[in-house]
């Protein structure tokens, strides 16, 4: 595998499910990040990871929670979502934290019941 | 005021014209002007950025930045098919991402 990667690319789930969205990424890089991708609507950063620990979150809502436990992989954690939530979450990551050069993964396609 | 603007198309264009992508922006705190490829079903990718204003040419891509209008263009020289896709602007500035809605474009053999 090289890249980003995300799993699983499709979820359905239901407002009261649990679900856990995955991204690893074999560039060696230290930073992640995790978007959240809607239509019409500009892409939105939602979190960033350093050197696993979160430096940014961009006021989004407790039912997302995120996890970083190590430098490879990033996780979503999903609980009680809104239909609203339905969109495309991209992972990316970079060399350090705040560079312009990221490297995306090709998402989950999300959709919330 | 949004950020970052950017006209959503869709975008028509035969084979071989030149393509001009455009944003406007607010914020003159940004530095770095970014443009994404994003083929469907897959993530953005990187095509170019620029520091501060000026031209950035790759192979057919020039991207322009006019930081006096908060302005910014990509133009797509002897464009293809495999052009089509849906470009992406951003801009960073104060530890922060800012992208525009994305252009999807459509070039016609």
């Known amino acids: 595998e090289t890249g980003v990667t995300q799993t699983p690319r499709h979820l359905v789930m239901g407002m009261t499910n649990k679900k856990s969205l995955k991204c690893e990424q074999h560039?060696?890089?230290?930073?992640m990040y995790w978007y959240k991708q809607s239509a019409k609507k500009p892409l939105e950063l939602m979190f960033v990871y350093s050197l696993e620990e979160r430096v940014e979150n961009n006021s989004v809502p407790s039912r997302f929670s995120p996890e970083c436990p190590n430098s490879s992989h990033l996780f979503l954690h999903l609980h009680t979502l809104q239909p609203e939530d339905s969109a495309l979450y991209l992972c990316?990551?970079?060399?350090?934290?705040?560079?312009?050069?990221?490297?995306f993964g090709p998402g989950t396609r999300l959709l919330v019941l | 005021q949004k950020e970052v603007e950017q006209d959503p198309g869709p975008l028509s264009v035969p084979e071989g014209a030149i393509v001009s992508l455009n944003c406007t922006y607010s914020?003159?705190?940004?530095?770095?002007f970014m443009w994404y490829r994003q083929y469907s079903r897959k993530g953005p990718e990187l095509l170019m950025y620029?520091?501060?204003?000026g031209n950035k040419e790759d192979g057919r891509f020039t991207a322009q930045v006019d930081k006096s209008s908060k302005y910014i263009s990509l133009f797509i020289r002897d464009s293809q098919p495999s052009d089509s896709a849906t470009y992406l602007c951003?801009?960073?500035?104060?530890?922060?991402?800012?992208f525009g809605t994305g252009t999807s474009l459509t070039v016609i053999p």
């Open positions: 560039l060696g890089h230290n930073a």
């Open positions: 990316a990551s970079s060399v350090q934290r705040w560079e312009v050069t990221q490297y």
């Open positions: 620029t520091y501060s204003s």
């Open positions: 914020n003159s705190a940004f530095q770095y």
């Open positions: 951003a801009m960073s500035g104060g530890n922060q991402f800012y």
